[in-house]
């Protein structure tokens, strides 16, 4: 009998892992809140079977699970330890492309003591990063070497013939998880030293960041890195930092939308859904705290809230204010504070438009002194784009490693048991391998000095 596998959601990332399982004649039952969601997805892909699920309902979940090998969980992260604990019940291993949480890890030996594998962090970032981090940490520690200095930015963007707008950016899906995590805070070590920004100085911290000479892109760190030292076993190092890679231009002006309130999530009385029709240059006034609403007056407000670093700068930034439209007549969709109001904005106006493809871009850079004492630096770099009439780049590189995992866990090739991420040889060797031979997706080395 074939094996069986409960996916939920449905989101951009899932088709590629409906598909691969469905092309190897794995049964799939695609489970979302809404029927026509799971319908939509599964449609035209053989082995598939649309349910509807809520997994807030212990007991649903608990059924649906029972009837199946393994459960892939690609719903928001908040969800997964209800999901795991009806696996634990349930003795089902578990796939999820989310960070292990601290939640998630106190499960790990109820998971054990129900002999199933519950293997997350495994898409692309979290995921293929893993692989290729510690195949090259790895081989440094056994060959006698160190690691001195660990640095990896990744970033998912529009291919650059795409990304003609004032952020240089475009959405694939929901806005505003994207706006949130340009205020998160950032740890990091440097030099020896433990460094740390505080959310409102994010993009600040910002700076052109060489990969090849056709790309101008800029890093900023991402959340806790000190956390790697111990995670990818460098306790030598003296500099690891994780972060965030966008194309020149797009720090300057996020920090213009933080300083004037537009990422602000405190409600604003104009911006609250009530029926009447709001101009986009009368909701300005009100964030912004203007005169009137008369352009000029809305241009004093902005450059007495923000600094720009020179006139064409802020030339620049002001053209990209207007081209969203905040001093204009357009409406405004409301959404009751400025962060969700400008997302509706910016979902319409940086949508991926017909023929437009993304891009994905991954480098991790290593300075290694070999047991000898000499030192190298390489690259372990991956560079993919979307096909405009398939799948996107960050689509194919979330949902083509999580399908390998749960392949490799059906099969018994993973079968490690507990709370796991990719994090050791005998589970990322075999995953590197089938991703490569299968799938053409690997991350190619480069000594560079």
């Given at each position: ?351 991926y438009g017909p023929g437009e493809r993304d891009m994905v871009m ?88």
């Amino acid at each position: 009998m074939s094996p069986r596998v409960l996916l939920l959601g449905a989101g951009f990332v899932t088709k590629p892992t409906l598909q691969i399982l469905s092309d190897d004649g794995i049964s799939v039952t695609v489970a979302c809140r809404t029927f026509e969601s799971a319908q939509k997805l599964s449609r035209g892909v053989e082995n598939s079977t649309p349910i509807s699920l809520d997994v807030t309902q212990p007991e649903a979940l608990d059924a649906e699970i029972e009837k199946v090998d393994l459960v892939i969980s690609l719903i928001p992260y908040i969800f997964h330890v209800a999901v795991i604990k009806s696996a634990i019940r349930k003795k089902k291993n578990v796939v999820t492309t989310s960070y292990v949480s601290p939640a998630m890890e106190e499960l790990s030996a109820e998971a054990k003591a129900a002999g199933i594998t519950v293997l997350n962090e495994i898409g692309l970032d979290p995921g293929i990063d893993h692989l290729y981090a510690l195949k090259v940490v790895n081989e440094v520690h056994e060959a006698g070497g160190k690691i001195l200095s660990f640095l990896s930015y990744c970033g998912g963007l529009p291919a650059p013939e795409a990304s003609g707008n004032p952020l240089g950016y475009k959405f694939s899906w929901s806005s505003r998880g994207v706006l949130l995590a340009l205020r998160n805070s950032a740890k990091y070590f440097k030099d020896g030293k433990i460094e740390e920004v505080a959310g409102p100085e994010l993009m600040a911290t910002a700076r052109p960041y060489f990969i090849y000479p056709g790309f101008s892109f800029v890093a900023y760190p991402n959340r806790d890195s000190t956390t790697y030292k111990e995670r990818y076993n460098i306790p030598e190092a003296r500099t690891i930092i994780r972060g965030t890679l966008r194309y020149q231009g797009f720090p300057e002006f996020v920090r213009v939308l933080v300083d004037i309130g537009f990422l602000s999530e405190e409600e604003v009385e104009i911006l609250k859904p009530s029926g009447k029709t709001v101009l986009w240059r009368e909701a300005t006034m009100k964030v912004l705290a203007a005169k009137s609403s008369d352009e000029l007056d809305l241009l004093e407000a902005v450059s007495s809230k923000t600094t720009f670093t020179n006139e064409a700068e802020k030339d620049r930034i002001i053209s990209g204010l207007k081209w969203l439209g905040l001093f204009s007549d357009e409406a405004i969709t409301p959404r009751s504070n400025p962060l969700d109001t400008l997302c509706a904005t910016l979902e319409q106006k940086m949508q991926y438009g017909p023929g437009e493809r993304d891009m994905v871009m991954l480098q991790h850079k290593f300075e290694i002194e070999h047991k000898d004492g000499s030192k190298e630096t390489k690259t372990s770099t991956l560079v993919d784009y979307g096909d405009p009439k398939g799948y996107t780049a960050m689509a194919k590189l979330v949902g083509v490693p999580c399908a390998v995992a749960v392949k490799q866990v059906l099969n018994g090739t993973i079968s490690e048991k507990g709370i796991l991420a990719p994090m050791t040889k005998a589970i990322n060797a075999p995953l590197i391998r089938e991703l490569k031979e299968k799938y053409g997706i690997e991350c190619i080395e480069q000594r560079i000095a």
